[in-house]
């Protein structure tokens, strides 16, 4: 069952988020589709201009409601900012995508044809800052028990079919190589794992009815966008790691999937609903996947956020819940401890000139083990700010 993880005396602070106050929701803004993440899960970028780009450059910051050093639960700030651009038709029948920010980087190669013709995609990725937490949750606090960085990198090469106007399956095999840094942090006899290459199969089936606001924020456009997608991977990595109460090796071989929705409905000239969904599911000791500092800790989690946005020629608000479910496993590895957290925030861009804009997402949510946006440390945190200034062309 389900355990709600708030208090009476933490229910203040969300609703105070929730009416505004300045806490974030994460680097990827609901509706704009810039982070890594969605770059490399959204298959379809809709139509854009010939050339397109939008740089963002700021700061990311990170508080906790109680300070805990031993549990990386400290204030952190760090500098952020992120580059998206396309160019279509390249090299004929080619388009590149391109997005490079501290969560990682991506060049997409791909063509665009007509409905029902078979065409094809490269992509290749890295994180050179990837950050990992294993840890689990006694009650509704997160207990971190070990810390480490790591750099992967991998190529995707897919078939891709356009099923109808708006739906596109994308398959094909993929490889990726794992490698972890020395530094370990955490309990005593903590053991970081080995680095190792994975490779498998991947299919991505995508619904795309409405065009991302990357270069065009002011605007509203509404629809859906939905990705599923489903790895089939297999490994070298040999030996246990983890903390002394549970070290294991990965599966030789394992089945994960993921699945993002957007939904955006216009209710008037000025505003819309937003709703976006992100879910995972794991198996047991697939400890990479559920350990990655990018998503929720666990073998599974559901994320929702909830907002209403107003926008019009000046400015974009939207005042957000967020609602989020994490399955992960106890200290033993043996049994599983399902917990519902919430929160909420408020997002928004100001335009200071045409192609020029001022952008602020602030959130709390009372699970300091929420998704990274420093990456000097990875502080643990229920407060987050993104903020900064926003080009576009």
């Not at 298959?43 to 300070?67: C, H, K, M, N």
């Not at 020395?182 to 290459?197: C, K």
């Not at 969904?277 to 909830?306: C, K, M, N, S, Y």
Request: glycine residues 10%; aromatic residues 12%; proline residues 5%.
């Amino acid at each position: 069952m389900w355990r709600a993880a708030i208090s009476p005396n933490r229910l203040l602070p969300v609703l105070v988020a929730i009416l505004g106050l300045w806490c974030d929701a994460g680097a990827q803004d609901q509706g704009s589709l810039l982070g890594y993440r969605d770059a490399e899960r959204v298959r379809e970028s809709r139509r854009y201009s010939d050339a397109a780009i939008a740089v963002r450059l700021g700061g990311a910051f990170v508080w906790p409601e109680d300070t805990d050093l031993d549990e990386g639960r400290e204030f952190e700030a760090n500098p952020s900012g992120s580059v998206f651009a396309h160019w279509k038709n390249v090299l004929e029948d080619f388009s590149i995508d391109a997005y490079l920010g501290p969560d990682g980087g991506l060049i997409s190669l791909y063509q665009r044809d007509g409905l029902q013709s078979l065409t094809g995609r490269l992509d290749v990725s890295a994180r050179p800052l990837s950050i990992y937490r294993d840890g689990f949750y006694r009650e509704d606090e997160f207990v971190p028990v070990g810390a480490y960085e790591g750099l992967d990198f991998g190529v995707f090469l897919a078939a891709e079919q356009r099923l109808v106007e708006n739906l596109m399956i994308s398959v094909g095999p993929f490889y990726r190589r794992y490698d972890f840094d020395d530094r370990v942090g955490g309990v005593p006899g903590f053991v970081r794992p080995g680095d190792f290459n994975a490779h498998g199969l991947r299919a991505v089936l995508q619904y795309v009815d409405r065009e991302p606001d990357r270069f065009h924020p002011a605007e509203i456009h509404d629809g859906v966008l939905a990705s599923l997608q489903v790895d089939y991977e297999s490994n070298d990595q040999r030996g246990p790691f983890g903390s002394p109460t549970f070290q294991s090796a990965l599966p030789g071989s394992t089945f994960r999937g993921s699945l993002l929705i957007e939904i955006v409905d216009r209710v008037s000239e000025e505003f819309a609903s937003q709703i976006r969904i992100e879910g995972a599911l794991h198996e047991r000791d697939d400890r990479i996947a559920t350990t990655d500092a990018q998503t929720p800790i666990g073998t599974a989690f559901v994320d929702g956020v909830f907002g209403l946005r107003y926008a019009n020629e000046q400015v974009a608000i939207t005042p957000y819940a967020r609602v989020q479910f994490v399955r992960a496993l106890d200290a033993f590895g043996q049994g599983s401890d399902d917990q519902a957290f919430f929160g909420g925030g408020i997002r928004g861009r100001w335009n200071l000139a045409k192609n020029l804009r001022l952008f602020f997402d602030a959130s709390y949510l009372n699970n300091p083990g929420r998704p990274v946006v420093t990456w000097e440390r990875g502080s643990l945190g229920e407060f987050q700010v993104v903020s900064g200034l926003e080009w576009t062309l």
